[in-house]
């Protein structure tokens, strides 16, 4: 829910994550619009797992192109999430 994003995450390696997902999304866009809340970043380790927001951080840092940062890292873990592993 949204009041349980807002804060941090029981388990300190995931709020590490989720921090780490924030700090490296921001850090590449200087649009406001275009940048993560801590409480998306929060919210898509909590849904998707740290190994499938590890791979999507990997893609995000091999593709220097990228225009929308954000929308990139959530197709990549949607679409990481349908596929069967």
């Known amino acids: 829910t949204k009041r ?4 941090p995450l029981p388990d300190p390696q995931q709020e590490a994550l989720a ?3 924030y700090s490296t999304i921001n850090a590449r866009t200087i649009e406001r ?3 993560i ?4 970043a ?3 380790v909590f849904t998707y797992g740290t ?3 590890e791979y999507a951080l990997k893609q995000l840092a091999y593709r220097q192109n990228i225009l929308k940062p954000v929308g990139f890292f959530m197709t990549i873990l949607r679409s990481e ?3 069967p592993h």
């Open 19 to 21: 921090q780490r997902v």
């Open 37 to 40: 809340s801590q409480a998306s």
């Open 81 to 83: 999430s349908k596929m």
């Open 4 to 7: 349980r994003a807002r804060q």
């Open 42 to 44: 929060r919210r898509a």
């Open 33 to 35: 619009k275009n940048r």
């Open 51 to 53: 190994s499938a927001v």
